[in-house]
């Protein structure tokens, strides 16, 4: 996945975004003074289980104040804005989509969180940053489109210092492995690279890393998205702010689900130490 030919980049940049998020805050009567995390919870959570899921993966990840943790993929900044707000973590994101970083940044900036949070521009197999600087590599629903997963763990393992904490919340391939398109991470299966939670856990120990806690989350997800059904025209959501169609999408997510298409996954890891 070469960040130059944009692939991906391509796949979930949305031009204007931010000029789009400006004047969706602003018609739902949102003063640009007095934002807080909440109000952007309706379109910047992009991934399954919305801000309850990242809650319980940093809990699990025990994170903690002055903790410094790199969110890679870190999308609209909604994780990495619930670890410094609701955590005290120092976070660094990073993504492949020049858009999103600089909404991420944005969002950010306008709850007061821009001192403890801020975004970079790269590619996750290649990361602009030296080993050992981060205490805690945060991911959720990131590897869908990464083709070269042991790449991605030896690049998370490097800037990860020593006993240092992976926290993982992702989507895997199911039993049943003909997957309904178009899904939010893929036009088609040629952009789509998912493996069973087996073989994901064998590519974590490959790469030094030993298991805290791994977890099949599936259920507790299929629930949530009963409860949490899109809906198009209901206020501020991803379906209005990016050009993909995320209503036909995340309905095929779903799908998916039922059908055993996919699984979505929760894992803790620890990198091994040096000695």
């Known amino acids: 996945m070469d960040i130059e030919k944009g692939d991906v980049a391509s796949h979930y940049g949305s031009p204007e975004l931010v000029e789009r998020i400006l004047a969706s805050l602003s018609e739902a009567g949102k003063s640009l003074d007095s934002l807080t995390v909440n109000d952007f919870a309706s379109f910047d959570n992009l991934h399954l289980g919305g801000v309850e899921e990242t809650l319980s993966l940093a809990r699990l990840a025990a994170a903690q104040h002055g903790m410094s943790v790199l969110d890679v993929g870190s999308g609209l900044g909604a994780s990495a804005r619930t670890l410094a707000s609701n955590f005290g973590c120092h976070v660094v994101g990073l993504d492949i989509t020049p858009e999103f970083c600089e909404a ?15 975004f970079r521009h790269g590619n996750a197999l290649d990361m602009p940053f030296d080993d050992a600087s981060f205490d805690l590599v945060w991911s959720q629903h990131t590897s869908m489109n990464i083709e070269e997963k042991s790449v991605l763990l030896a690049e998370i393992a490097r800037v990860l210092r020593p006993e240092g904490i992976l926290a993982v919340h992702d989507i895997t391939a199911g039993p049943q492995l003909d997957i309904h398109y178009p899904v939010p991470w893929a036009d088609n299966k040629a952009m789509s690279f998912l493996v069973s939670p087996g073989r994901y856990l064998d590519l974590f120990h490959t790469a030094g890393f030993e298991t805290v806690e791994w977890t099949d989350v599936t259920y507790r997800t299929m629930a949530w998205m009963r409860q949490n059904p899109p809906r198009r025209g209901d206020g501020i959501n991803a379906s209005t702010l990016l050009s993909l169609d995320f209503l036909e999408r995340v309905s095929n997510v779903q799908r998916n689900l039922e059908e055993g ?7 803790i890891l620890r990198k091994k130490s040096d000695e």
């Open 261 to 267: 298409c996919i699984e979505v996954t929760q894992g």
């Open 104 to 118: 991420a940044e944005l969002l950010s900036g306008l709850v007061g969180l821009g001192d403890m949070v801020s």
